[in-house]
Structures are given as structure tokens and as C-alpha cells.
């Protein structure tokens, strides 16, 4: 009998049966499931499982999260229930038969945009300390800016233009590079092309319109004899960078399966970049910029004209939703284009982006205080609601909002307000910022007043709201529910229980502590700020995040590695006294299949703290399109409390002191 085989048949029967299930896979911490009928699972039923830790939805999959054990799980459901398990990609591809046209069109544009998303934030950040220093007259400097009475500051100005014009000017070589890294073709070939659309043999995009088209015809043409192409730039557009860099995906597959493989290195990439640089300046690239203009137009005549008190309350109530099915990724190119299409180079849509996030955030704190004596709710709700005010809201969404109903709509109501607010004073930005509270560095600085007025209806709206739903019992009945079944069914208590594979040689008494060191050389920052939702709410366990510099992981304590996965992206070890801990490479590496990792161990092999685990290529994880943040975490969190070493975020290195795990 399987360790799990009991819980897979009770998880196959609440899934739906065999007859439901399309596809089944797993990563390192859940099971994967494309089911043909998602009404058909039974979420209630599959949490109270006790190896189930939760469930969500997500890009048409299924996911019921287990932990550590998964693989020893996936085995045994695999064994049960006769379905045959696939490859976590075959599985992707299943789901998006779960998927409309617009759903799978929506998708795809959400995975090109969102690994360009750090830069665009990071432009953000630049954009606004240099708004703070050479746009805001200080009081105490006489109503000068920072910039106006120091050199110092003048010269800081001046240097963090170059990172500011790389992000946002070279903005189509993002674009490009994501589409080839996204249709699987060769992306230095879409790098080459991006340049070619922001080259300085062209006419810079934001100078097109002050230039006199008797100019343009005379200088800025390549001449051809009998006809002449405009040698215009496209800095800071995406639709014409989206364009052409599909273009040129699709002329390589095209070619790759035409041209024989002896001859492929030559052919391929020459007759895929020539034609789409053709394509690109010739029909695709205007093309792009009419539409481009188009939306921009629509939009700004929403945020401007005489219904932008309704856009802004209904955009404002609407983008919290927008998030959960991932087309929220499509604000990015619109607020990118109306900067670079509005005379003022600023956008009215992010400020309530950034309003949504905190109005979701307060929501979740306001949560977070009604239930803060409740440990399982607050140590999920309150690193939710830090995480949405630092501008990530699937946390909150997922973890609290969602599943609870009147939060979410207290949110939505408070954003709607905030939005309406917004709209109202024309509220601008002058880049894509962090979406949170510190949002307010990318506001231009005649708004920046106003929009702290904003934030302030975006913080009081949702939490009184949050708490008059709660105590007059308006769309509580989900909570209410949740509550009855965890006193019906003492096996919900145990749910966040991983039995170990290996059995900890010694039990420790209560109140004994195992000091943990750095597995990593990097950043140590709060687990909150992960990516994958499932360790940002804690939902897997306590500890922190690390970005590593350094591709070697080494054991934070003495223990025995109790689960090695295969493609060596992850490690679980239990130390002598029973603390259990997980350490997962990156996000999403599972899809490597090993490719860039190196296991020095063994599951069953007894390590020393400091000795070394996993090596790891972190640029080979880059190219690939996956973060390298790593989450270390102890799972057991209902036996073990963690205590954090220091503040956060930090530079830390290998073996240095990062947490302290203490027995309840």
C-alpha cells in the first residue's frame, strides 16, 4: 500500500473521477491537474484531505498543493487512479484547450510582456527618485529642487538618465527578444531586430512629430530610385515591436521546417531578420503605430474626456478582476504607449493601477485585524496585505480576497472610489512605478497631493467596508462555511501536516531552537515578495526568499536529504530533531528537466551545514525567461516557528546566520 494511497483515492473521487481528468502533472510542491469539467471538483472536499494544503486555478490548470511529498504522492494518485502522468509543458498545452481564442491570445501576450515587467519597474523606481530630486521644490531648500542646490545630486540626475532612456527608449528589444524567447526561436535574432527598430540611423520616434514631413521626405529616407522608405524610429513603441517580432518568429518556423538541417545555420536565420526588418519598416511598423495611436486615443478620451468620471470608477472597480485572468499584463503596453503618444509623455491609467493595488492590500489588513487572534489566518492575511501594498496583489487575491468574497468586493469598491477620484483631478504619471504605496514616486509633481488624496480613500474605503461586511454579515456565508467545516472536521487541523519520508532521528522538546544558515550568496528578502503565490502567502511554510549571485546551494543545517526531485531544481532535508525544510531553485525550473543544475547528493544522504547541495547556472535559468529567486523555508510551521536573523532585505552570504527555528 502506497504512503498517500488512501488520500489519492479520496482526491480521485473529489476531482471527478478518471472520466474528468485530461492531464495530470506535478512540480515540486503541487499536483497539476487539466480537468475536462472545473465545476466538477470538489474544492471543500479535496482541502480536507489532510496531505492537501489548498487549491487554486490558475492558466486553466488545477493545482492542488501537497508539499514535499509530492512526487511519493503523484506516484501513488498515478497508481489509483490509471492516468497516465505527462510533462508539466504537454500539460500547459492541454490546458489551453480549456481556453477561448481571446483567452489563449490574452495568455500568450501576458508571457511576452511579463519578463520585460522588472525593467519597466525598475525604469519606474529611476523615473521617480529623479522626479523627487529635479521636479519637487523643497521648502527647506527655499522652493528649489535637490538638483538646483547640489552638484552632487545634479550629477546623480544626470547618470540614472542612462538607465531610465535604456529601459524605456530600447523598449521594442525587450519586446522582440520575449516574442522569440516566448514562439521557442532564436532570440539573439529578435535582439538584432529590436536594435533595428531604435538604431540611431533613425529618426528618434519622439522627435517624429516636430519634424516637418519636407524634412522627413528629404533626410530621413532610405532612397531607392523609384521608390523610398521612412527611416523612422520606434523608440518606446510596443504594438510595432509586437508586430515585428512575431513576424520574425514566424518566418523562422516557417523556414525551419522547409530548409534541410545541413544548411539551416546559413538559410534560416538570414531569410527570417532580413524580411522582418523589411516587413518591419515598411508595413508592420506604421501599422503598428496607427493602431498603437488608436489605443491610445480611446483610452486618453476615456481618461479625459466626458465620461472619464465613469472610466475612472469603472477601470478602477475592474482591475482587481483583470488580474486574476492575467490580462491586467496588457495595462503595461497601454500606459507604455500613452507616454510615448501624449504630448505631456504621461499616463492617467497607473495611477489607478496603483490605487487598485492598495485598495486590495487594505482590504486584506483590514482582514488581517479582524482576525489577527486566528494564527493560520493572520500569518497568511498579513504578509498578503504587505505584499499588495508593495504593489504584488495575487497573494492577497488568492489567498484571502477570493476566497472570502467580501473583501475582494470591498477592495473593488474602494479602488472604484479612488479611481472616480482620480479621474476627477487628472491624476498623472510619468512612468510605470511599483503598483503599491510607494507608488507615489512616479506621479508627476503637480499631482502628487492628489493622489495622496487618492490613496487615502484607496486605504479607508475598503478596510471600513471590509469590516461593515463582516459584522453585519453581508457576503459571509463562504468565511462562515470555511469556519463550520474546520470545527466539523478535526482532520483540517492536520492539513498543513507533511508526514516526512525519513524519520527524524530525535524529537525535540518545546521551546528548543535549530539555528538555520544562508544556503545562498545574494539578497535575502521577505518570502512575501515571491513570485508563485503558494510561497508568497506562506501556504508552504515560513522563511525567506533569496535572489542568489552565485550558482551553489549549500545545506543550512546538519540533516539528512529527504527528497531530491529529479531535475534537481529542488531539495527537501529533515534535520535530527524534525525540522523540515524545502529550498526550490527558481520559479518554474521544473521546466528545465535538469538543464543547468548539478546535484552533489542523494536523497538519503546525511549533509553538514555548509556542505554542498546543488550547483546551479543562474544565467542559463535567466535566458530561459525564469526568475532564480529561491524560497527557503521550514514546512512545518504548525511544530516549528521561524524566527528571521536580522532585517530585511540584506546582502548574505553562504553560511552566514539567516533564521532561527523555534519548537511550539
Not at 531604435?198 to 530610385?225: C, H, M, R
Amino acid at each position: 500500500m502506497g504512503k498517500f494511497e488512501n488520500e489519492a483515492k479520496m482526491l480521485l473521487s473529489a476531482i471527478g473521477g478518471k472520466e474528468n481528468i485530461q492531464a495530470v502533472t506535478h512540480c515540486a510542491t503541487r499536483m497539476r491537474f487539466v480537468l475536462n469539467d472545473n465545476g466538477k471538483a470538489n474544492v471543500k472536499e479535496i482541502e480536507k484531505i489532510s496531505a492537501v494544503k489548498g487549491t487554486f486555478t490558475n492558466a486553466g490548470q488545477f493545482q492542488v498543493i501537497i508539499g514535499n511529498d509530492v512526487p511519493i504522492f503523484y506516484n501513488d494518485f498515478t497508481a489509483v487512479s490509471g492516468v497516465e502522468g505527462v510533462s508539466k509543458e504537454a500539460a500547459k498545452s492541454a490546458a489551453k484547450s480549456n481556453q477561448n481564442v481571446f483567452q489563449r491570445v490574452m495568455t500568450t501576450l501576458a508571457e511576452i510582456f511579463t519578463p520585460i515587467i522588472p525593467a519597466i519597474i525598475v525604469g519606474g523606481l529611476i523615473l521617480g527618485f529623479r522626479n523627487l530630486i529635479d521636479s519637487v521644490p523643497w521648502g527647506f531648500l527655499d522652493g528649489k529642487t535637490v538638483v538646483e542646490v547640489s552638484k552632487f545630486w545634479a550629477g546623480v540626475d544626470g547618470f540614472l538618465w542612462l538607465p531610465g532612456e535604456a529601459i524605456f527608449h530600447f523598449l521594442p528589444v525587450g519586446i522582440t527578444w520575449s516574442v522569440s524567447r516566448k514562439m521557442g526561436t532564436t532570440q539573439i535574432l529578435g535582439i538584432v531586430l529590436g536594435i533595428c527598430l531604435v538604431s540611431p540611423q533613425l529618426l528618434n520616434a519622439y522627435a517624429v512629430a516636430t519634424t516637418p514631413a519636407s524634412e522627413i521626405a528629404k533626410n530621413w529616407v532610405w532612397d531607392f530610385g523609384f521608390f523610398t522608405v521612412n527611416k523612422i524610429g520606434y523608440q518606446a513603441q510596443v504594438i510595432p515591436a509586437l508586430l515585428a517580432g512575431l513576424s520574425l518568429a514566424y518566418l523562422e518556423i516557417f523556414w525551419r521546417k522547409r530548409i534541410p538541417e545541413v544548411v539551416s545555420m546559413i538559410f534560416v536565420p538570414f531569410l527570417s531578420l532580413v524580411p522582418a526588418i523589411v516587413l518591419a519598416h515598411t508595413v508592420l511598423g506604421p501599422l503598428g503605430w496607427t493602431i498603437g495611436k488608436g489605443i491610445s486615443f480611446v483610452v486618453l478620451a476615456g481618461l479625459t474626456g466626458p465620461v472619464k468620471l465613469l472610466f475612472g470608477a469603472i477601470f478602477g472597480a475592474l482591475y482587481a478582476p483583470l488580474v486574476i485572468t492575467g490580462l491586467h499584463h496588457m495595462s503595461n503596453a497601454i500606459d507604455t504607449q500613452l507616454i510615448a503618444d501624449t504630448a505631456t509623455r504621461t499616463t492617467g491609467l497607473w495611477p489607478m493601477i496603483a490605487l487598485s493595488n492598495i485598495a486590495q492590500g487594505s482590504a486584506v489588513f483590514a482582514y488581517y485585524l479582524i482576525n489577527r487572534k486566528n494564527e493560520r489566518e493572520a500569518e497568511i492575511s498579513l504578509p498578503a496585505a504587505i505584499s499588495a501594498y508593495l504593489g504584488v496583489t495575487e497573494p492577497a487575491l488568492f489567498g484571502v480576497n477570493l476566497k472570502y468574497i467580501y473583501p475582494f468586493v470591498a477592495g473593488m469598491i474602494g479602488s472604484s472610489a479612488a479611481g472616480l477620484l482620480c479621474t476627477t483631478m487628472n491624476v498623472q504619471a510619468n512612468a510605470i512605478g511599483v503598483g503599491g504605496l510607494p507608488g507615489f514616486m512616479a506621479i508627476n509633481v503637480k499631482y502628487m497631493g492628489q493622489f495622496f488624496i487618492c490613496m487615502a480613500v484607496a486605504i479607508a474605503v475598503p478596510m471600513a467596508l471590509t469590516v461593515f461586511f463582516r459584522k453585519s454579515n453581508i457576503m459571509t456565508k463562504t468565511e462562515d462555511d470555511i469556519i463550520a467545516d474546520r470545527l466539523a472536521d478535526e482532520s483540517f487541523v492536520s492539513s498543513a501536516v507533511t508526514v516526512p519520508t525519513i524519520t527524524p532521528s530525535s524529537v525535540a522538546e518545546s521551546g528548543a531552537t535549530l539555528a538555520l544558515v544562508s544556503p545562498l550568496t545574494g539578497e535575502a528578502k521577505a518570502l512575501s515578495e515571491a513570485v508563485d503565490p503558494v510561497f508568497a502567502q506562506g501556504v508552504m511554510g515560513q522563511g525567506v526568499l533569496i535572489q542568489p549571485t552565485e550558482g551553489e546551494l549549500v545545506s543550512p543545517v546538519d540533516a539528512q536529504v529527504s527528497v531530491l526531485f529529479p531535475t534537481k531544481h529542488a531539495i527537501g532535508l529533515l534535520s535530527a530533531d524534525g525540522v523540515e525544510i524545502l529550498m526550490h531553485i527558481g520559479m518554474d525550473t521544473v521546466n528545465l528537466k535538469g538543464k543547468g543544475f548539478t546535484a552533489h547528493v542523494r536523497q538519503g544522504d546525511h549533509v553538514k551545514a555548509s556542505d554542498k547541495l546543488i550547483s546551479f547556472d543562474i544565467e542559463a535559468i535567466k535566458e530561459a525567461g525564469y526568475p532564480t529567486e529561491t524560497p527557503v523555508i521550514v514546512t512545518n510551521q504548525d511544530v516549528y516557528d521561524v524566527a528571521i536573523e536580522g532585517t530585511l532585505p540584506r546582502q548574505i552570504k553562504r553560511s552566514q546566520a539567516l533564521m532561527i527555528a523555534r519548537k511550539n
